[in-house]
């Protein structure tokens, strides 16, 4: 068995070295534990304080591509180097990595595919109450959407099993953090999340430059995700409500009509049929949305199977 942790860095020279020598070389259960950094455009020297620290493999990135990049980039090369479990951390230490087996025990224990790291959100005094609350809206929206019961959805420290790394894909450029565990309720893959502990914070968050963008970019990235995993719900509840909208003010226009009215209420009517028609329009894209969606998991479950038939003929090559 081998647990492969992975780091995605983005200038991250001045904190890195703290975070890799926190980092476990044996785990219990493990035969080897190699880690591996994901270098996402960095202009420091992160790769060499990488290599001065022992790190096993770095995956470069010409320019900087986003986390969600550098995470999905990083998980297909664990893959390819024969990871068996695979923990995601971050280069600022803000995870305490003597967790770790915490961490990855439920997949020891075949309890669970995929195990999310629940901070102690509320105690985090570095956080403010707004990060607190958005924090606490996202994992509400995840639950909702993945029918899973996670408490910390957006935290990074989390432990994957190889059949459920190759299950993944992330198509936010933001962030992988939601979009992951939403996959994971949708293609029941066994999921969990345990306790662990934060450090003290190193260095200010790069994902929030600031709480109103933080705000912004969170609420795009809930409403994608409603929009690409509950397609038929999303885009039926907006044609739903434009419908009945429409349909209570045409209503209101032939009360007024019978009641003699209706020559001064000519908008309403105008207003009515447009409401109508968009309500309708609507609800035929939450079908055709839906059926998209039904053909994305036949593509995606067409890629796991071929990923594993690469890993039978190359296993049969060694052989």
């Given amino acids: 068995m081998k647990l492969i942790i992975q780091m995605p860095c983005y200038n991250e020279g001045k904190t890195l070295a703290i975070a890799l020598q926190a980092l476990p070389r044996q785990v ?169 502990r934060v450090n003290e914070d190193l260095r200010p968050s790069k994902l929030v430059k600031s709480i109103p963008s933080y705000i912004q970019r969170s609420v795009i990235t809930i409403v994608r995700i409603f929009a690409i995993y509950r397609p038929f719900r999303f885009f039926g509840c907006i044609g739903a409500t434009l419908f009945a909208a429409g349909f209570l003010i045409g209503l209101r226009f032939v009360f007024k009509f019978f009641s003699g009215e209706g020559e001064g209420n000519i908008q309403s009517l105008i207003l009515a049929s447009v409401l109508l028609g968009m309500g309708f329009q609507t609800i035929l894209i939450a079908f055709v949305a839906d059926l998209l969606a039904a053909n994305r998991k036949l593509l995606e479950d067409l890629r796991f199977k071929t990923a594993q038939l690469k890993k039978e003929e190359n296993s049969n090559k060694h052989h």
Avoid at 64 to 80: Q, V
Avoid at 83 to 92: E, R, Y
Avoid at 142 to 151: E, L, N
């Fill in 28 to 196: 219990t259960g493990f035969d080897s534990v190699e880690w591996l950094i994901i270098d996402d455009g960095s202009q420091d020297d992160t790769v060499d304080v990488a290599l001065a620290n022992g790190v096993d493999h770095i995956v470069k990135h010409r320019v900087n591509k986003g986390l969600a990049h550098a995470f999905m980039t990083g998980i297909n090369a664990c893959l390819d180097h024969g990871a068996d479990v695979i923990v995601n951390t971050d280069a600022d230490n803000q995870y305490n990595a003597d967790d770790i087996p915490a961490l990855v025990e439920p997949i020891l224990q075949h309890r669970a595919e995929f195990v999310i790291g629940a901070r102690p959100i509320q105690t985090i005094d570095h956080f403010s109450p707004a990060k607190k609350f958005l924090q606490k809206l996202g994992s509400w929206v995840v639950r909702a959407a993945s029918q899973t019961d996670i408490p910390d959805a957006p935290s990074g420290f989390r432990a994957i099993s190889r059949e459920t790394a190759q299950k993944l894909i992330v198509f936010s450029n933001y962030t992988y953090t939601l979009e992951t565990i939403i996959q994971a309720g949708q293609k029941n893959i066994a999921i969990t999340s345990v306790p662990i």
